[in-house]
């Protein structure tokens, strides 16, 4: 079992910065492929980064890349997403998801919401224009 908890969301300036944290439970964390994804109203949650359990292997969406960092603490249980250039459109909320099952990102799966078991309860990102 993975209990996941965000945090690090609220109101910022368009090209201003914000770093989220998913703090992870459970034994299993340090093994766990881990995902970021955003919901923006009335849209479907999308993909946003995900990261393999060593920290080495990372992907983004082309929204996002070059903007967004996602890393990794497995001594702290902790996922992060340092957000820079954050732009009207990244306004969602962020969710991370957690999939104990894969260490790696291979093929294109961990792009889908069904990849991933567990989920936390999301942290709101607002950009103003």
């Known amino acids: 079992q993975v209990q996941l908890v965000e945090s690090g969301g609220g109101l910022v300036q368009a090209g201003g910065s914000l770093r989220l944290s998913c703090a992870a439970s459970?034994?299993?964390?340090?093994?766990?492929?881990m995902g970021w994804f955003r919901q923006a109203p009335g849209k479907e949650r999308e993909f946003v980064a995900a990261?393999?359990?060593?920290?080495?292997?990372?992907d983004y969406s082309d929204s996002v890349k070059g903007r967004f960092t996602i890393s990794r603490d497995n001594a702290k249980n902790t996922v992060y997403l340092q957000m820079n250039s954050l732009k009207p459109e990244d306004r969602a909320v962020y969710f991370c998801?957690?999939?104990?099952?894969?260490?790696?990102?291979?093929?294109?799966?961990?792009?889908?919401?069904?990849?991933?078991?567990?989920w936390g309860q999301g942290t709101q990102v607002t950009v103003s224009s």
């Open positions: 990261i393999g359990w060593s920290g080495r292997s990372t």
């Open positions: 459970g034994r299993t964390f340090s093994m766990s492929v």
């Open positions: 998801g957690a999939e104990p099952d894969k260490r790696y990102l291979s093929g294109s799966n961990y792009k889908s919401i069904s990849a991933y078991r567990y």
